[in-house]
């Protein structure tokens, strides 16, 4: 017999044929998702991208929001979204291989995410809304299914089912999705794997390996409200709002860092005015590490500090893909270690942020780090973080990987972004061998744990009321000439009613630090709202609403400010282990390397936390706050004449 011409993609074929062929299309699906965090990111890939469909479909009077639910205890993820929704056609079908309803630029177009969610694991919950359409439902031994050989398991259908998260009631449009990690051959099979225990620890993890941590170099982040929800193994519930569903890049997490553009335009500043370029302030040296932002025009100049060799083919790459970098270099692996197992506290030795090459693309990280290829200078593979983000690539099937020649120009400009760092080495802390202060600060910790021990067990109380009453006058006599006689005078106010925001611990020499204290909001509150003439160093009365007692502070002593920057720039001591400083004078080199906000100066009055407190300490390139201080030279010509201070103060402003 002769056969004519025909479409073998159009053959007829028998339904158990058609039921096998689907089988092994989603086996091989399912076979590109190796990495733990997948689930979470493909559910959340799918919500980001349900809800800018929205955004595009109704423009600025709309609000996306996403509520996310981590269940240790119940072992399952939720993730809930105000977004587009399916219709009853669309729902009926988005599980199948290789179906998508996105339309234009979307984080995912292939139609796998959906598939893998409801045929990788056992039970999947889904529910959608929208134009009238409303359904819940579970499909459930999905991955059984799939990895049954033997062909003797039914092949799982969507079930109406009672909701799980219960959030998805207060929307009108948009869909639910739960995972729960049971049955056999899921990975991962256990939430508890990674040791995150706090709501905080999650929204970290799924801000640095989850769409939820956008990755925006070159564009502005979009305006989602993100709830968090986390539920511990005991059933505690503990919610946190996300107020940037971005990246955490490290140098926003991690102390004391520098941008290279900041410090290629100081040295150009210095250049400009014939002064030697090469003598930088002191601020810029020692550092944790340096970063910096390269969009796609920078990329190709060799003035932003990288000098690339790109062929025609390359450049063609970087111009279509709109290719951006962020880079950080950190003087240690120390500094991941500090991180990721004594900030985060995640399961010793799971570093999330680390060494190498973050692909991604469509604003999201894609897959595990990769190795940066140099042939020189190895050890720096481990201390740089890149991410070379593609404005528009599609990874191959699922979230396996990038097409190889966009890995290769990843790990070009990686090695060019490593040695535009490394010509500014001589800026970095010297590696010593030990963790950045793990040892000073489990030395602090538990000094303060020993001394909040202390100040339960021995209570110093004096009940009588006819003590401590002012005689309008200090024992001291004279000014201060010495730290000692700052400790002495600080006391002195304290006990005489001038300042009434702090509770001291305790004062010891213990290691480095002078002491522990509160800072206090205690019954008769009115004794702590300002008055201009008659309580001066007081707060706003509406920050004094209800009392308040925070937790132990580090605090130092010192007769000038200038002495504790120079123990900061010695290394002595550590500047984010203070929370307090006590000084006579502020010096003149604050201004190197700070900003302050003088409380002093009455339209300042809002910013003052707490009773007594009459600067704001701030760091001059990042405008985050370091920590208050009372400077008590200052702060008695404030109270002996509060308007004859306002011309001083306002000197601050002008720095």
Same mark, same amino acid.
């Given at each position: 017999?002769?056969?004519?011409?025909w479409?073998?993609?159009k053959?007829?074929l028998s339904?158990?044929?058609?039921?096998a062929?689907?089988k092994?299309?989603i086996?091989?699906?399912?076979?590109s998702?190796?990495?733990?965090?997948?689930p979470?990111s493909?559910?959340?890939?799918?919500?980001?991208?349900?809800?800018?469909?929205?955004?595009?479909n109704?423009?600025?009077?709309?609000?996306? /929001?996403? $509520?996310?639910?981590?269940?240790?205890?119940?072992?399952?993820i939720s993730?809930?979204?105000n977004?587009?929704?399916f219709?009853?056609?669309?729902?009926?079908?988005?599980?199948?291989?290789n179906?998508?309803?996105?339309e %234009?630029?979307? /984080?995912?177009?292939?139609?796998?995410?959906a598939?893998?969610?409801?045929?990788?694991?056992?039970?999947?919950?889904?529910g959608?809304?929208?134009?009238?359409f409303?359904?819940?439902?579970?499909?459930?031994?999905?991955?059984? $299914?799939?990895? @049954?050989?033997?062909?003797?398991?039914?092949?799982?259908?969507?079930?109406?089912?009672?909701l799980?998260?219960? !959030?998805?009631?207060?929307? #009108?449009?948009?869909?639910?999705?739960?995972?729960? &990690?049971?049955?056999d051959?899921?990975?991962?099979?256990?939430?508890?794997?990674?040791?995150?225990?706090?709501? @905080?620890?999650?929204?970290?993890?799924l801000?640095?390996?989850?769409p &939820?941590?956008?990755?925006?170099?070159?564009?502005?982040?979009?305006?989602?409200?993100?709830?968090?929800?986390?539920?511990? !193994?005991?059933?505690?519930?503990?919610?946190?709002?996300? @107020?940037?569903? !971005?990246?955490? *890049?490290?140098?926003?997490?991690?102390?004391?860092?520098?941008?290279?553009?900041?410090?290629?335009? *100081?040295?150009?500043?210095?250049?400009?005015?014939?002064?030697?370029?090469?003598?930088?302030?002191?601020?810029?040296y020692?550092?944790n %590490?340096?970063?910096?932002?390269?969009n796609a025009?920078?990329?190709?100049?060799?003035?932003?500090?990288?000098?690339?060799?790109?062929?025609e083919? !390359?450049?063609?790459?970087v111009?279509?893909?709109?290719?951006?970098? +962020?880079?950080?270099?950190?003087?240690?692996?120390?500094?991941?270690d500090?991180y990721?197992?004594?900030?985060?506290?995640?399961?010793?030795?799971?570093?999330?942020?680390?060494?190498?090459?973050?692909?991604?693309?469509?604003?999201?990280?894609?897959g595990?780090?990769?190795?940066?290829?140099?042939?020189?200078n190895?050890?720096?593979?481990?201390?740089?973080?890149?991410?070379?983000?593609?404005?528009?690539?599609?990874?191959?099937?699922?979230?396996?990987?990038?097409?190889?020649?966009?890995?290769?120009?990843a790990?070009?400009?990686?090695?060019s972004?490593?040695?535009?760092?490394?010509?500014w080495?001589k800026?970095?802390?010297?590696?010593?061998?030990?963790?950045?202060?793990?040892?000073?600060?489990?030395?602090?910790?538990? $000094?303060?744990?020993?001394?909040?021990?202390?100040?339960?067990?021995?209570p110093?109380?004096?009940?009588?009321?006819?003590?401590?009453?002012?005689?309008?006058?200090?024992?001291?006599?004279?000014?201060?000439?010495?730290?000692?006689?700052?400790?002495?005078?600080f006391?002195q106010?304290?006990?005489?009613?001038?300042?009434? %925001?702090v509770?001291?611990?305790?004062?010891?020499q213990?290691?480095?630090?002078? %002491?522990?204290? /509160?800072?206090?909001?205690?019954?008769?509150?009115?004794?702590?709202?300002? @008055?201009?003439?008659h309580?001066?160093l007081?707060?706003?009365?509406?920050?004094?609403?209800?009392?308040?007692?925070?937790?132990?502070?580090?605090?130092?002593?010192?007769?000038?400010f200038?002495a504790?920057?120079?123990?900061?720039?010695?290394?002595?001591?550590?500047?984010?282990?203070i929370?307090?400083?006590?000084?006579?004078?502020?010096g003149? #080199? $604050?201004?190197?390397? *700070?900003?302050?906000?003088?409380?002093? +100066?009455l339209?300042?009055?809002?910013?003052?936390?707490?009773?007594?407190?009459?600067?704001?300490?701030?760091?001059?390139?990042?405008g985050?706050?370091?920590?208050?201080?009372?400077?008590?030279s200052?702060?008695?010509?404030?109270?002996?004449?509060?308007?004859?201070?306002?011309?001083?103060?306002?000197? +601050?402003?002008?720095?």
């Amino acid at each position: 017999m002769t056969l004519t011409n025909w479409d073998p993609l159009k053959y007829s074929l028998s339904e158990e044929i058609v039921g096998a062929v689907t089988k092994r299309q989603i086996k091989n699906i399912l076979k590109s998702y190796t990495g733990w965090y997948d689930p979470f990111s493909e559910m959340l890939q799918n919500a980001l991208d349900a809800l800018e469909a929205r955004k595009k479909n109704e423009g600025p009077g709309y609000t996306p /929001r996403i $509520w996310i639910m981590i269940n240790l205890k119940e072992n399952q993820i939720s993730v809930t979204e105000n977004g587009i929704g399916f219709n009853e056609q669309e729902f009926k079908s988005f599980l199948a291989p290789n179906v998508s309803f996105k339309e %234009g630029k979307t /984080r995912g177009n292939k139609g796998v995410g959906a598939t893998y969610l409801g045929y990788g694991f056992n039970f999947l919950q889904i529910g959608t809304k929208k134009d009238g359409f409303t359904f819940v439902g579970n499909i459930e031994k999905g991955r059984e $299914w799939v990895e @049954d050989v033997s062909n003797t398991k039914t092949r799982p259908e969507m079930k109406e089912s009672d909701l799980i998260h219960k !959030e998805f009631n207060s929307i #009108n449009q948009g869909s639910t999705f739960t995972l729960k &990690l049971s049955g056999d051959f899921i990975r991962p099979k256990d939430l508890k794997w990674v040791g995150a225990n706090t709501v @905080d620890q999650w929204g970290a993890i799924l801000r640095i390996k989850t769409p &939820l941590g956008g990755i925006y170099i070159d564009s502005s982040i979009p305006g989602i409200e993100c709830a968090l929800n986390f539920i511990d !193994e005991k059933d505690n519930s503990n919610q946190r709002r996300i @107020d940037k569903c !971005e990246y955490i *890049y490290p140098h926003n997490v991690i102390s004391t860092c520098k941008a290279l553009n900041d410090v290629l335009d *100081y040295q150009k500043e210095l250049s400009d005015k014939g002064k030697d370029a090469s003598k930088l302030p002191s601020y810029f040296y020692k550092l944790n %590490g340096l970063y910096n932002y390269w969009n796609a025009d920078q990329i190709m100049n060799e003035e932003n500090g990288l000098r690339i060799q790109f062929d025609e083919k !390359e450049k063609k790459l970087v111009s279509d893909h709109r290719v951006s970098i +962020y880079g950080f270099l950190c003087y240690s692996t120390n500094v991941w270690d500090e991180y990721n197992d004594n900030i985060l506290k995640l399961r010793k030795g799971g570093r999330i942020l680390k060494g190498g090459i973050q692909l991604a693309t469509n604003s999201m990280p894609q897959g595990e780090m990769i190795l940066i290829p140099l042939t020189r200078n190895l050890w720096y593979q481990n201390v740089t973080h890149i991410i070379v983000h593609f404005d528009s690539a599609d990874p191959d099937l699922g979230r396996k990987g990038f097409q190889p020649e966009l890995e290769s120009l990843a790990k070009k400009i990686s090695t060019s972004v490593v040695g535009a760092f490394l010509n500014w080495k001589k800026l970095l802390r010297q590696e010593t061998g030990a963790p950045p202060n793990i040892v000073e600060e489990k030395g602090i910790r538990d $000094w303060i744990l020993e001394q909040e021990k202390h100040e339960s067990e021995n209570p110093l109380i004096i009940s009588r009321d006819d003590v401590f009453l002012p005689i309008r006058e200090p024992s001291i006599t004279s000014k201060p000439l010495n730290e000692q006689d700052v400790i002495a005078l600080f006391n002195q106010l304290m006990a005489g009613g001038v300042i009434r %925001g702090v509770k001291i611990m305790a004062t010891n020499q213990h290691q480095q630090y002078d %002491g522990i204290c /509160r800072f206090r909001l205690q019954p008769p509150i009115k004794n702590h709202i300002f @008055d201009k003439f008659h309580n001066p160093l007081g707060i706003e009365e509406s920050k004094a609403s209800s009392e308040f007692i925070s937790i132990p502070k580090i605090l130092e002593y010192k007769y000038s400010f200038d002495a504790l920057i120079d123990e900061f720039e010695k290394e002595e001591k550590t500047e984010r282990n203070i929370q307090l400083v006590i000084a006579w004078t502020m010096g003149d #080199n $604050w201004a190197k390397r *700070y900003e302050i906000v003088p409380l002093l +100066y009455l339209p300042n009055l809002h910013h003052r936390d707490f009773h007594g407190a009459t600067h704001i300490i701030k760091n001059s390139l990042t405008g985050d706050i370091v920590f208050p201080a009372i400077i008590l030279s200052e702060l008695i010509e404030y109270i002996n004449d509060p308007d004859s201070v306002q011309e001083y103060q306002k000197k +601050y402003l002008n720095f």
